[in-house]
T-cell receptor
Framework: GAVVSQHPSRVICKSGTSVKIECRSL??????MFWYRQFPKQSLMLMATSNEGSKATYEQGVEKDKFLINHASLTLSTLTVTSAHPEDSSFYIC???????????FGPGTRLTVL | AQSVTQLDSQVPVFEEAPVELRCNYSSSVSVYLFWYVQYPNQGLQLLLK??????LVKGINGFEAEFNKSQTSFHLRKPSVHISDTAEYFCAVSSPGGNKLTFGTGTQLKVEL
């Protein structure tokens, strides 16, 4: 149980385009989903927290207009990187939490490369 | 604010030897503690967690960790490692009822023949 999927696993795009990443909880209802960014050989940095049906809460320094997060259902959250630039290239990982439990389950990650 | 320190960025060890990966945390409130493992180009997999109760926690793949409140530590141990344990290991902390996980910088465990 507690499986989280991400799609796509890898994406390459041109500078200036937008990219959407999906995060799905497959066997549970995720009232809260989290989006992280991980640079090579570094730890995970929380970008934002999203609760189903409400606006995401962004961490300090994360541009909400650049990283659009939508949590439209209890099993799906999307992260859209708008007008992507090479410095946005990174590994993006989502996680999901069921109800008020204290454990986050992580997706397999999406490798974004912006040319 | 909470923080997690993983002092060892890399730990080389021979196969079948024991290993300990160190994790220390700082928090002004009670904590929940987690260890996650990350294989190359993959997401994080939960190894074990401490929420309350017994301070010795057993997880998957033969790993265990002990919560030591006085030393603010949650070290991860395995009595005999395997080549397949080669991966990045992250310690993380959250507060009960809190949203955020705060991660350490990770420890690369490299198991050699």
């Amino acid at each position: 149980g507690a499986v989280v999927s991400q799609h796509p696993s890898r994406v390459i795009c041109k500078s200036g385009t937008s990219v959407k990443i999906e995060c799905r909880s497959l066997d549970f209802q995720a009232t809260t989903m989290f989006w992280y960014r991980q640079f090579p050989k570094q730890s995970l940095m929380l970008m934002a927290t999203s609760n189903e049906g409400s606006k995401a809460t962004y961490e300090q320094g994360v541009e909400k207009d650049k990283f659009l997060i939508n949590h439209a259902s209890l099993t799906l959250s999307t992260l859209t990187v708008t007008s992507a630039h090479p410095e946005d290239s990174s590994f993006y990982i989502c996680s999901a939490r069921e109800g008020n439990t204290d454990t986050q389950y992580f997706g397999p990650g999406t490798r974004l490369t912006v040319l | 604010a909470q923080s997690v320190t993983q002092l060892d960025s890399q730990v080389p060890v021979f196969e079948e030897a024991p290993v300990e990966l160190r994790c220390n945390y700082s928090s002004s409130v009670s904590v929940y503690l987690f260890w996650y493992v990350q294989y190359p180009n993959q997401g994080l997999q939960l190894l074990l967690k401490y929420l309350s109760g017994s301070t010795l926690v057993k997880g998957i793949n033969g790993f265990e960790a002990e919560f030591n409140k006085s030393q603010t530590s949650f070290h991860l141990r395995k009595p005999s490692v395997h080549i397949s344990d080669t991966a990045e290991y992250f310690c993380a902390v959250s507060s009960p009822g809190g949203n955020k996980l705060t991660f350490g910088t990770g420890t690369q465990l490299k198991v050699e023949l």
